[in-house]
């Protein structure tokens, strides 16, 4: 029995399934192998996010883990919902825009 929990274990954990990786790697090589480990579906998705096409090394993807990470958070694309959101003035426009005694600073 804790032999069963040892082998869901390493699909529950994004960076175990690093282990034994042929670096330099593709993202698709990442997902790939963390499916055939059985990992969970989002530990795949979080794989599927990664911001870069190919990694040099372990540590390169345990650093994008963050940004993969957000990009699932939002979403990752901006045609989810149909809207695009541009948050480059994020702040600005409602200060800029607003009708005159509504401004108000972020």
Known sequence: ?????????????????????????????????????GATVDVINLFKSLPRGKYESAEEVLRDF????????IGGTPEDDGVNRDRRNL???MVEGAPPGHTRHP
């Open 1 to 37: 029995m804790h032999g069963e929990n040892q082998d869901r274990g390493p699909g529950r954990s994004p960076a175990a399934q690093l282990d034994g990786v042929q670096f330099p790697a593709w993202r698709d090589t990442l997902v790939r192998t963390a499916e055939e480990n």
């Open 91 to 93: 702040g600005r426009d």
């Open 66 to 73: 963050a940004e993969a990470a957000r990009r699932m958070a």
